[in-house]
């Protein structure tokens, strides 16, 4: 008997689990890319590395994206290259190589022989951050690393190295000390033995402020002997420096351009006529010196020296050498670029990464690409309402926030199903479950589905000093940077929200009037940790920083109990609804300990789970706590997690002990109250997991540079986790299903290069599971009666290919069967019978890529209860199966067993008159009058009745 998941994870590694899949739902809007490439001999392919959602390629300059990178073990990537001499050999940097509060590390060097096809880790694992690549443009195996190295703490694996060997090898060749990375580096096009770098001093503190701290350290370097010796430059350039970048001009290599940043005066552009000996700047307008920490990058094009690119919120372009720049591409609110690619043999080609994407232009910046095809969108946390279908809600990093419909109507998760929903980027959003389709996300915003306008209905007004939402800035209480604000309506109380800052608010307005319900929960000195270091000294506040209450977890079983955790370390619990508050923090737990988020039990006031992040103290194992008495004991509880950290951790709803954790590169699950965890990645793409969440049995997650994803019915993990034991031939029980109707759309279909996310299977999901192989797997399927309805075979032979077909196959969707093979296996039936045997299908105008069944199906079978069938090596399971009608249609049963009764009687009738050639005519007929009975949720008119009695006759005197 398998009684654990160790057991079946055995199963599972004897055999894969090509049936259960995570799926992409969106939002369908790109996400930061810090890097792109090209190749200049194929001007339409290009490549784009999003910051936590990996590396994506195009052949068709952007109409359409393809991820290359999902197989391997990180998502975070901050560099590209591809050899100049060799297009098929691209370089991979991992970890974003920005300095931001939201950013997440990788584990080294990547390289690829077959153009992204396939992967090697070559090593740098512990620099952690990789900003920048440069290929030698005769010698594809020759290159230079810019490592930046750890963002939180010091390290050795920081500066430039160089390869000779594609990789395999490296020798660092510029290095300061262990507080000092490599931001940049460049090779002269026209002499690789000339190269320059930049070096960056800067770490981000524990604490959340508005920049790096920086000391001294930084600076512009050259190299004439291929990287064995450099000389810093200096001349024309300030003497203390930040974040740098520099472009050689292609056509002019001793015109070299740089854009600098100094904490004294800002960024300015700098140009150089002599191969860098002397720098003049050339201009420090304010729209180019904002944002030099962050944003700004240079490119000059490949055939002018005095054309220059430099971005920054907008993309600007000058064409006399820097002295004047004109915007090229922009929006108010700032798209906020990161870097430029022009092609060199044909400058017209260019691709800029963004905050919102990768958008290119193929005629010189006159028109773009879109990025709303990009599904790279950072999401913070996730939450799930009540409609039907449910609607996932959460902020987007960089454009605002998101609700996307966890079920399309056209057979896809399309454009047309999801919009944003009025908050900024960095919070939570909740539905409203007194008005379905509303939320209130941010800090706080009201969003009206109705109307679709947004209200700002904060409880802290602008300027209050008493209150800071993220961190103490210029003044307290205006945010200074990133990070979510926690907010909660009370489970057992609809019409109560809270939202925290360093204090906890409560309404019960919509927000129109608050009360403070809790004192300054925050730590009054939490102090400077050691691993910020020398940095320390550029603190302007000189380490007076304060945290905020980040997460907030109302009981699900005690009106009055909530739990809160700040980010500065601390937790805390109220039983009676915030008058008494009492600090319940784990031993161990140090100031700016991250307490990532809470989730209360749903089976008593006593349990809790907790995650904590020590990722900003430079700490990257997990943590998780679990307290049964209310916080007065506590148990970390971490076996089985990888090691890296966990942003989430939550219970089953319905299932006692079984916990899912999202962490810092997948998802993890326990089925035994978190003694021991296992992966749940599956075919999940690796990033950064923000937030999950359980609703209506799946589980949905949040991912920071991938968007929203969901796993269907984890009906199975609950049987599991609950001690059911699992024999030989094991079919777990189905969940309730909804009869609702795979695609609705009755117009031409969507393109496939048009961007769409997946539905849930249609119909029953069926999840079994086999200890061995076995001869064959029947899974048949029975009405009330007894009656067999569909029955399905591992041996069934595939149907043959469609006749005379005259669209594209690839609307089809993939043949399927049981599989016999050991492990465990998902099947979907689609709730109706055998399709009727005709002399030619076809394909319906309701397609969807890859996924459209063939026409006529079999009749579609009413609401009600069925009985499931498994039959594997010699042995028989039953279990019976409720399909419940899709909620929205309001439809009497009466109606839809007449609706399945003519359906049925058509179909009948095809069978009868199967290959009789005289029967042509009223094969069509018959084909077009199911149609119509079948193709909607509604009782058939009594002109289709009537078709179909006089169909009926005729085929009864004819045949």
Not at 5 to 32: E, K, M, S, V, Y
Not at 316 to 334: E, H, M
Not at 565 to 580: E, H, S
Not at 895 to 908: D, K, P, T
Request: proline share 8%; glycine share 10%; aromatic share 10%.
């Amino acid at each position: 008997m398998l009684r654990t998941i160790a057991a079946l994870l055995t199963l599972l590694a004897i055999a894969p689990l090509p049936d259960l899949h995570w799926r992409f739902i969106g939002p369908l809007r790109g996400g930061r890319t810090a890097s792109v490439a090209g190749v200049p001999s194929e001007p339409d392919v290009f490549y784009i590395a999003s910051v936590n959602g990996g590396i994506w390629r195009t052949d068709d300059a952007g109409r359409t994206w393809t991820p290359v990178f999902d197989r391997q073990d990180t998502g975070s990537i901050g560099a590209l290259a591809v050899a100049p001499s060799d297009p098929s050999v691209v370089y991979a940097g991992s970890g974003e190589g920005l300095q931001r509060p939201d950013l997440a590390v990788g584990d080294g060097f990547y390289a690829s022989r077959d153009a992204g096809r396939t992967w090697r880790h070559l090593g740098l694992r512990d620099g952690r951050q990789i900003a920048a690549i440069a290929v030698d443009p005769h010698d594809p195996n020759r290159l230079f690393v810019a490592v930046l190295g750890h963002p939180y703490a010091a390290n050795t694996t920081r500066g430039i190295y160089r390869s000779t060997d594609g990789g395999v090898m490296f020798q660092r060749v510029l290095y300061e000390n262990e507080n000092v990375g490599a931001y940049d580096v460049a090779i002269d096009p026209s002499n690789s033995s000339v190269v320059y770098a930049t070096l960056w001093a800067a770490r981000q503190p524990p604490w959340e402020v508005a920049k790096s701290f920086e000391i001294v350290g930084s600076g512009i370097f050259k190299s004439t002997d291929g990287g064995a010796t450099w000389q810093r430059l200096r001349d024309g350039i300030p003497a203390r420096i930040s974040r740098s970048e520099i472009a050689v001009a292609p056509s002019d290599s001793n015109v070299v351009y740089a854009y600098i940043n100094t904490e004294a005066k800002g960024a300015g552009i700098y140009r150089s006529g002599d191969g860098g000996a002397h720098f003049v700047e050339r201009n420090d307008v304010p729209e180019l010196a904002q944002r030099g920490d962050d944003l700004a990058s240079i490119a000059v094009d490949p055939m002018d020296p005095n054309t220059v690119y430099v971005t920054n919120t907008s993309t600007y372009r000058s064409r006399d050498g820097g002295r004047t720049f004109v915007a090229i591409k922009g929006a108010p609110g700032g798209d906020d670029y990161h870097t430029i690619w022009i092609n060199p043999v044909l400058p017209s080609h260019i691709i800029v990464g963004s905050d919102q994407g990768a958008t290119i232009s193929v005629n010189g910046g006159r028109t773009w690409s879109s990025w709303y095809n990009q599904p790279t969108a950072e999401m913070y946390h996730v939450s799930a309402d009540n409609r039907f279908p449910y609607w996932v809600c959460g902020a987007q990093q960089e454009s605002g926030s998101a609700c996307v419909a966890s079920r399309g109507n056209w057979g896809e998760v399309t454009e047309r199903d999801w919009h944003p929903v009025g908050a900024d980027e960095y919070g939570y959003v909740v539905g409203d479950p007194l008005h379905p389709g509303n939320t209130f996300g941010g800090r706080v915003e009201s969003y009206n589905a109705q109307t679709d306008q947004t209200q700002e209905v904060s409880p802290i007004p602008p300027g209050a000093l008493r209150y800071h939402i993220d961190r103490p800035g210029p003044e307290v209480g205006t945010p200074s940077s990133i990070g979510p604000r926690a907010l909660a309506f009370d489970p057992l109380d609809a019409h109560r929200l809270f939202f925290a800052a360093n204090v906890v608010f409560e309404t019960e307005s919509g927000g129109q009037s608050w009360e403070r319900i809790s004192p300054d929960l925050t730590r009054v000195h939490p102090g400077v940790p050691k691993i910020v270091g020398p940095f320390e000294r550029d603190d302007p506040e000189h380490g007076s920083h304060r945290g905020v209450v980040y997460t907030l977890a109302p009981s699900y079983v005690h009106e009055g109990t909530i739990w809160a955790g700040t980010d500065d370390g601390y937790v805390w619990i109220t039983r009676d609804g915030g008058k008494d508050w009492h600090n319940i923090t784990p031993p161990g737990v140090t100031a700016w300990s991250k307490i990532a988020q809470i989730d209360a039990s749903r089976f008593d006031d006593d349990t809790a789970y907790v995650a904590v992040n020590r990722f900003r103290l430079d700490d990257l194992r997990p943590y998780v706590y679990r307290t049964h008495d209310g916080g007065a004991h506590w148990r970390l509880i971490v076996n089985g997690l990888p090691r890296e950290p966990v942003n989430a951790v939550r219970e089953d709803p319905t299932e006692r002990g079984l916990l899912y954790a999202a962490t810092e590169n997948g998802v993890a699950v326990s089925f035994d109250d978190g003694n021991r965890w296992q992966s749940l990645q599956l075919d999940l793409p690796h990033s950064s997991v923000r937030d999950l969440v359980v609703h209506d049995g799946d589980l949905v997650i949040a991912t920071h540079g991938r968007g929203f994803w969901i796993l269907d019915d984890v009906e199975p993990l609950r049987e599991i986790a609950s001690g059911a034991a699992l024999g030989a031939v094991h079919l777990f029980q189905p969940a309730l299903t909804y009869r609702v109707q795979r695609d609705t759309n009755t117009d031409t279909p969507l393109p496939p290069e048009e961007p769409s996310g997946g539905n849930p299977p249609d119909g029953a999901i069926i999840d079994y599971a086999l200890a061995s192989p076995v001869a064959r797997v029947v899974i048949s399927i029975f009405d009330m009666q007894g009656n067999l309805v569909r029955r399905y075979a591992s041996d069934d032979p595939p149907p043959p290919p469609l006749r005379d077909l005259d669209k594209p196959a690839y609307w089809e969707a993939p043949f399927t069967r049981p599989a016999a093979d050991a492990g465990m296996h998902r099947f979907a039936w689609d709730l109706r019978e055998a399709p009727p045997r005709v002399a030619d299908y076809d394909l319906p105008i309701s397609a969807v890529y890859h996924a459209t069944p063939r026409v006529p199906q079999g009749a579609l079978l009413p609401p009600g209860r069925y009985f499931v069938r498994l039959q594997a090596g010699g042995r028989s399971v039953t279990r019976p199966l409720t399909v419940l009608m899709d909620p929205r249609v309001h439809v009497s049963l009466a109606a839809l067993r007449e609706q399945y009764e003519i359906a049925h009687g058509i179909c009948m009738l095809l069978d009868r008159i199967y290959r009789n050639p005289r029967a042509h005519r009223l094969g069509a007929a018959l084909q077009s009058l199911l149609h119509i009975v079948d193709g909607s949720d509604a009782p058939p008119t009594a002109q289709a009745i009537a078709a179909y009695e006089g169909l009926r006759a005729q085929i009864e005197r004819r045949f």
